[in-house]
């Protein structure tokens, strides 16, 4: 096996792999997973409910489905921040906000996760979905997120796991590493092999007790694990 710094995700990789795959990516998302990655970002959402006052900041958004999923969860009534670092991803975000009527509540802007363009405790809820384990410092990523939470908000990490239980964990184990990334490469055309590379960044990142003890590390407390659909993903929550 090998180890995390063999999974290039530097910044300039990253950036690229995500704006080749971008006009494809909420397809394959809901094709690859049979649409159920819109049903965990709306159980997110409901887990993590917004309280009635304060903005809410949805790191790595991408394409804005869990942004948007907040804004429904939070019927439109709170402001909403979507960050990400590639433009193209960014661009499909703003039109779909347009078209859903949300672009008076959602902002995106273009930022880094590890230097967020926002001061110290300004949000309730600090979000990030399938997107840490593409940063490149991901202790670092965590810490700017607990940096713009404020004092009582929460940090909500939704993120691919990595099922056990026989027979299932055999057979997700079999369609993740084999199958999925075939299916998405002759789907996406792109240079960057992005779906070589999500079997393996998602074995090479923290796990269970292990990314809720780094969540810890970052200044989290409460940190609790809601494992989704047998454990192909899990939500962890932590309070500053």
């Known amino acids: 096996m090998t180890t995390i710094e063999n999974v290039d995700k530097s910044d300039a990789r990253v950036r690229r792999m995500f704006g080749e795959i971008a006009s494809r990516y909420d397809f394959l998302n809901h094709l690859l997973s049979g649409g159920v990655d819109l049903y965990w970002r709306r159980r997110t959402a409901g887990i993590v409910a917004p309280a009635e006052e304060g903005a809410i900041l949805d790191v790595c958004t991408g394409t804005a489905d869990l942004a948007l999923a907040f804004w429904r969860a939070g019927r439109g009534r709170l402001p909403i921040v979507g960050a990400d670092f590639c433009r193209p991803m960014l661009a499909i975000g703003r039109e779909k906000i347009r078209r859903l009527g949300a672009d008076r509540q959602i902002r995106l802007v273009e930022a880094d996760a590890q230097r967020l363009p926002f001061g110290d405790g300004r949000f309730q809820i600090v979000s990030v979905a399938f997107g840490l384990r593409n940063v490149s410092d991901t202790d670092r990523g965590l810490r700017e997120m607990v940096r713009v939470c404020r004092p009582g908000g929460r940090v909500a990490v939704l993120e691919f796991g990595i099922p056990t239980a026989w027979p299932f964990g055999s057979l997700y ?57 047998l454990g192909v993903a899990g939500l962890y929550v932590g309070v500053k």
Not at 182 to 211: C, D, W
């Open 173 to 229: 184990g079999w369609y993740f590493r084999r199958v999925l990334p075939r299916i998405g490469q002759a789907l996406a055309r792109n240079r960057q092999s992005a779906y070589n590379y999500l079997p393996a960044s998602v074995r090479e990142f923290p796990q269970g007790e292990a990314l809720a003890e780094r969540m810890r590390q970052a200044g989290l407390s409460e940190v609790r694990r809601h494992p989704f659909t």
